[in-house]
């Protein structure tokens, strides 16, 4: 379950858990302040006083899943493991939280949330950014100790990684989460290894 991942009071961890909630059921045209307050119980100046507006809501939001989401990227990078085993795990991670707190894919992957305003399409494009670079360093890492291939450059490697996972989590939702995610989510990832491995 979504708990404290803020370093804020409990008044605005239950606003940006409702929030979520709000958007998975009924998408963000969901998520008004008149909604909010009304699910949480307080008057509109009251929730106006924990976050100024919807966008400082939705960036809170944006915090939640990055601080959720954090795989110690220095030990990953750091340890004797090899590429693929660092890839998937990472993997595992994602799937894992996503299966644990699936309100936030209808969040992450909306595009229809952060099209229309700056603030959120500089911050959601700064965490794939950051993924990707993340993917790319691993990768590269792979291809100098010929774990790799490296007849494909590291960073379209990244991409087709980071877009198989995102289309496996989107068909997730529109099914409902009605398959393992944990399980598909591995034989995705073996079908990855097959393909971006160096078999010299």
């Not at 994602?94 to 936030?104: C, G, K, L, T, V």
């Not at 598909?184 to 990855?192: D, K, Q, T």
Request: aromatic share 8%.
């Amino acid at each position: 379950m979504l708990t404290n991942l803020l370093k804020m009071t409990d008044r605005q961890n239950e606003i940006i858990k409702k929030s979520i909630t709000l958007i998975a059921e009924k998408g963000i045209q969901g998520l008004t302040i008149k909604n909010l307050a009304k699910s949480i119980n307080v008057t509109e100046p009251a929730l106006y006083r924990h976050f100024e507006n919807k966008t400082a809501i939705l960036l809170a939001i944006l915090d939640s899943f990055k601080n959720l989401m954090s795989n110690n990227k220095e030990i990953i990078l750091l340890n004797d493991k090899t590429a693929i085993e660092k890839i998937h795990f990472i993997f595992n991670k994602y799937f894992e939280r996503f299966s644990e707190n699936p309100e936030f894919v209808s969040v992450i992957f909306s595009d229809e949330i952060f099209k229309n305003d700056k603030k959120l399409s500089e911050k959601i494009a700064r965490l794939i950014n950051k993924n990707e670079d993340l993917f790319c360093s691993i990768i590269k890492n792979g291809q100098e100790k010929n774990e790799i291939r490296s007849d494909i450059d590291s960073k379209h490697i990244a991409i087709m990684i980071l877009g198989a996972l995102r289309l496996l989590v989107k068909k997730w939702e529109l099914s409902s989460y009605r398959f393992n995610l944990k399980v598909e989510g591995n034989n995705l990832f073996n079908s990855i290894k097959i393909i971006v491995s160096n078999n010299i």
